[in-house]
């Protein structure tokens, strides 16, 4: 459990930059399939699910709490452009 919480971490902390799994991996000592496993059995969802789920609340909060842009929102949520926010929020 000790690298499903250090994964958790990692993805939150990192919530502005564009992340895929292959990051977490980087970060993290376990093989990608036992975190997937993990995150399945604790989250009920996979590491990817998870990444874009805090790139979304941080870009809810980024639209509620700041006068930025879409195109800006976007970049600071990790989001590679306001489209593909726009696609993801909808």
Do not use: D
């Not at 000790?2 to 991996?25: C, M």
């Amino acid at each position: 459990m000790r690298e499903q919480s250090a994964a958790v971490r990692f993805i939150r902390r990192n919530a502005g930059e564009p992340l895929a799994v292959k990051h977490i991996l980087q970060h993290v000592p376990i093989s990608r399939r036992s975190l997937e496993q993990k995150f399945r059995t604790v989250l009920n969802r996979s590491p990817q699910e998870e990444i874009a789920r805090v790139a979304l609340e941080r870009a809810q909060q980024l639209l509620t709490q700041t006068e930025l842009s879409m195109p800006e929102i976007a970049r600071h949520a990790g989001f590679s452009n306001a489209e593909r926010l726009s696609v993801v929020f909808k």
